[in-house]
């Protein structure tokens, strides 16, 4: 079956524009990620959603981020007022649900983000 | 809270000499531990992961790992390395307690480059 999907693949923006961040997790998967991987701080998370609740938004960096998620399915991640702190690859990744920390996270290819 | 150590960033061996990846974790309780490949511009794909079970973890690929907690360490291997090896490879650990869902804490990664 399908994996999980991010759209776009690559994005270049200007600071202080909005971008918006696609993820199309597994079918099925009730639990969803947000990690962000840059040079200076690794792979760091983010958000995560229950459904279409966020119980977990520990890891925004500034309100300057937000999520949401629709429908159980398909997640935004949106960046306002974007800086050149913010360039970095946005990874999703989706699971399912129950069993805590066992199971196994699937992870889409990601979005590259660069702001000039 | 949560972290491991991933010691070397970058390990060189030779096609089919012996493959020796570290990650040690620091948490109150042994947690799970997972082991994700990571291929240039593609997102992460799960090697193998410790859930309580068996301490000896086979993975894809011909990779292993042993879950040591006197030593709390959770070790990558492989016997014989291969070209397509060559990636950047991720230590994580989650909580292990409850039925909700649990973030990833990632190591730093190592990347892992093979000569001919």
């Known amino acids: 079956g399908a994996g999980v999907s991010q759209s776009p693949s690559n994005k270049v923006t200007e600071k202080g524009k909005d971008v918006e961040l696609r993820c199309d997790p597994i079918?099925?998967?009730?639990?969803l990620y947000w990690y962000r991987q840059s040079l200076g701080q690794g792979l760091e998370f983010l958000i995560y959603f229950q459904g279409n609740s966020a119980p977990d938004k520990s890891g925004l960096p500034s309100d300057r981020f937000s999520a949401e998620r629709t429908g159980g399915s398909v997640s935004t991640l949106t960046i306002q007022r974007t800086q050149q702190e913010d360039s970095a690859v946005y990874l999703c990744?989706?699971?399912?649900?129950?069993?805590?920390?066992?199971?196994?996270?699937?992870f889409g290819p990601g979005t590259r983000l660069t702001v000039l | 809270a949560q972290s491991v150590t991933q010691l070397g960033s970058h390990v060189s061996v030779s096609e089919g000499a012996l493959v020796l990846l570290r990650c040690n974790y620091s948490s109150s309780v042994p947690p799970y531990l997972f082991w994700y490949v990571q291929y240039p511009n593609q997102g992460l794909q799960l090697l193998l992961k410790y859930t309580s079970a068996a301490t000896l973890v086979k993975g894809i690929n011909g990779f292993e790992a042993e879950f040591k907690k006197s030593e709390t360490s959770f070790h990558l291997t492989k016997p014989s390395a291969h070209m397509s090896d060559a990636a950047e490879y991720f230590c994580a650990v989650s909580d292990p307690w409850g039925t909700g869902f649990q973030k990833l804490v990632f190591g730093t990664g190592t990347r892992l480059l093979v000569s001919p």
């Open positions: 990744a989706s699971s399912p649900g129950g069993g805590g920390g066992r199971n196994e996270q699937f």
């Open positions: 079918s099925g998967h009730t639990a």
